[in-house]
C-alpha cells in the first residue's frame, strides 16, 4: 500500500520541522514538502503529488483561505486540511466554504493530528471538538 503523501504549507519554521518529523514518524505517511507561503503554490503542488495539504491560515502574501480556493479551483479533488490557531466562526465557516476537508487546532494532540489526517484522506472531514461545536452550533 503506498503511503499517504502529505505536504503542509505553514510560516513557522519550527512548526515545520515538526510537522515534517510527525509525519514521516508514522507508519504509511510521508511528508512530501513543507513550505512557508503559498507564492509558489501551484508548482509546490504539481511537482509534490500530495493526498493531503495541511494548511496555515495565516501566512504572509496570500492566506490559506485564499490558497484554498486557489487549489481548489485547479484540483477540485484536493483534500485540504486547516491547520491554525484560529477557532473564530468566520474563518472557520470561510474554509469551509473554500472546500477545506477539514480544520483542526494546532493546540490539538498529535495523535489528533495523525488521526485527522488520515481521515480526510479517507474522504472524511476532521474536526476538532471545539470546532465541531461552532459548526453545529451555527445550524
Known sequence: MQPIRVIAFDDNKDLRDMFRMLIDAQEGMVCVAVHPDLSQVMRDISSAQPDVIVMD?????????????????????ARILMQTVFDDETKVFDAIRAGA???????????????????????????????????????
Open 57 to 77: 491560515i495565516q501566512m504572509p502574501g496570500m492566506d490559506g483561505i485564499d490558497g484554498v480556493r486557489l487549489i481548489k479551483s485547479r484540483y477540485p479533488a
Open 101 to 139: 476537508s477539514g480544520y483542526i487546532l494546532k493546540t490539538a494532540a498529535t495523535d489528533d493530528m495523525v488521526k485527522a489526517i488520515r481521515d480526510v484522506h479517507a474522504g472524511g472531514s476532521a474536526m476538532t471538538p471545539a470546532i465541531a461545536a461552532k459548526v453545529l452550533d451555527h445550524f
